[in-house]
């Protein structure tokens, strides 16, 4: 059976040339990618400011992935995103990122992720109603619809505020303000051009992170001081992160590290899931049969939500594997990049100690020789975990492919801390607009992908919206 093939930068014929690559990557990562790229087990890129190795074989990737001390996170990514986050799980290594992510863990457990489900359904709850407000056949871009929900999710189960409020909608303006700057200020240091970054460029991402902070000080620094004096009464998770203690020292995090923390699980919590999100919907807009077996599955189990709670959550097979899929074709985080903390052989190659090793979930994910059908959307493939369909049989199995070559969520001691929470949010987001909505496209409009600090679409998504009958 064919399946739909979602649009993506058709890869160059070969290997663009170095400024070729300068001006097409500083719009997106995706840019700079060619045929080879799909199909190499390892390449190399020599820059004016950096050199870069791409590693896509699999076992290089767990090599990188699987060794945090030996390849630990990019210097250059620190220095971008340190002035929002701090020095938080996202940027620091060795034994202060051990030691963070040691008190965190606790914050994300499957019993902890299971308790917010209520707010979550909240925050879905509220988006069902903006959804259903759109006039029949009223075009709507569902990505900001997206990155709305997911922020409000974030908001809510963190620090039990709602978007609605003025100081989250200031801080939701802000980040956006950020990450449209982010990109911008990283791409010249690639090139040796440190210098061409614009002084105004740099003062505006800074002033939106120091507004971020400031929001985000406001509403934590009573929540810290009611915590000190035992007087705390939320059950959110930044209650469990104000609970939290060292087992060796019996100290919790600063006032500082909280923000920084807080700052982070924001960043990657809300921009994430919206990336995903906006995808998935995308594709089910394009194919109407899994999108009708998604709205059966959905007035199935949702009902049951409100008795069972997140036990029915597993019963959302579809949702789940719809998303699963919408990881695979779309990760919102395309490329990962690392440094060899000393000299490293891989294949044929040395890395040099401080070398710039990249894993990219994208080229993976979509890797001619490790997945069948690369290309297309079929969340039919992980039914039993292996390959369905019209399938070459020397192709390998969805078994294989996922043990291999999925790493949506990173991989080893730094695979994403939210990763379970994503995957509850997902299940229920896409639940609740297949039960409610159903989507189409928009005849002659088709999502652009470009990768940033996350991969997005160049324009927005934009689909038809009908709302469907109550019940």
Known sequence: MS??????????????????????KRRSWLDGLYERSYRMKMGEVHLPGVDLYMVNEPALVHQVMDHADAFPKHEMLGEALRPLLGDSIFTTNGEVWQRQRTLMNPSFEGARVRKVLGRMRAAGDAMVQRLRAVPPGGVHDVEMEMTHVAADIILRTILSQSLDSEGAQRIFAAFARYQALAPRLMMPAFFG??????????????????????????YIRPRYEAARAGADGEDDILASLLRVRDEATGEGFAFDELVDQVAMLFLAGHETS?????????????DPTVQERLHEEACRVLPTLDTEGANAIKDLTL????????????????????????????RDKT??????????????????????????????????EEATGDTPSDAPSTRESLRQAYLPFGMGPRICIGAAFALQEAALILALVARHVRVEPVPGESPEPVGRLTIRAENGIRLKIFPREAG
């Open 3 to 24: 399946r739909f093939c979602p649009h993506y930068p058709r890869p160059a014929a070969r290997r663009p040339s170095v400024w070729a690559m300068f001006f097409s």
């Open 351 to 384: 890395i040099p100690a401080g070398g710039s090793v990249v894993v990219s979930p994208w080229l993976i994910q979509r890797h001619r020789d490790l997945w069948a059908r690369p290309d297309e959307f079929d969340p039919d493939r992980y039914a039993g």
């Open 193 to 218: 051009l440190r210098w061409l970054r614009p002084w105004w460029q740099i003062r505006r991402s800074r002033g939106a992170a120091r507004e971020i902070r400031s929001l985000l000080e406001a």
């Open 274 to 286: 919206a990336s995903a999100l906006s995808w998935a919907l995308h594709l089910l807009a394009h």
């Open 319 to 346: 949702a789940r594997d719809v998303f699963r899929e919408t990881l695979r074709l779309f990760p919102p985080v395309g490329f990962l990049a690392r440094q060899s903390a000393q000299a490293c052989p891989m």
